[in-house]
């Protein structure tokens, strides 16, 4: 019923900047949150960003200030804007949706098939 389409990420120098974008397509009434987790090699998925309906959002605490995540609601997608990265947020990035597929209030929770960034000199 839906899909999450990403885009972005890949090599990028320490310092350098990365945007990537989520689209949400399909059977879309409303998005409840948009949002991106990321899994470090070795470690376990950790929340980055996430951005709800009312435009509140939710940033972790080790890419506050250098992450930003914004939407467009009428293209139903979502980015990340990251600045001055490290080589600590080299993970795969990965979408992630609560979306509200009718009025009746049936939802959708599902994730993108992860894209690799990878800060390194």
């Known amino acids: 019923q839906v899909q999450l389409v990403e885009s972005g990420g890949g090599l990028v120098q320490p310092g350098g900047s990365l945007i990537l974008s989520c689209a949400a397509v399909g059977k879309i009434f409303s998005i409840n949150y948009m949002g991106w987790y990321r899994r470090p090699p070795g470690k376990q998925r950790e929340l980055v960003a996430v951005i709800h309906s009312g435009s509140a959002t939710d940033v972790a605490d080790s890419v506050k200030g250098r992450f930003t995540i914004s939407m467009d609601s009428a293209k139903n997608t979502v980015f990340l804007q990251g600045n001055s990265l490290k080589p600590e947020d080299t993970a795969v990035y990965y979408c992630?949706?609560?979306?509200?597929?009718?009025?009746?209030?049936?939802?959708?929770?599902?994730w993108g098939q992860g894209t690799q960034v990878t800060v390194s000199s």
């Open positions: 992630n949706a609560l979306i509200l597929l009718d009025p009746g209030r049936n939802t959708w929770h599902g």
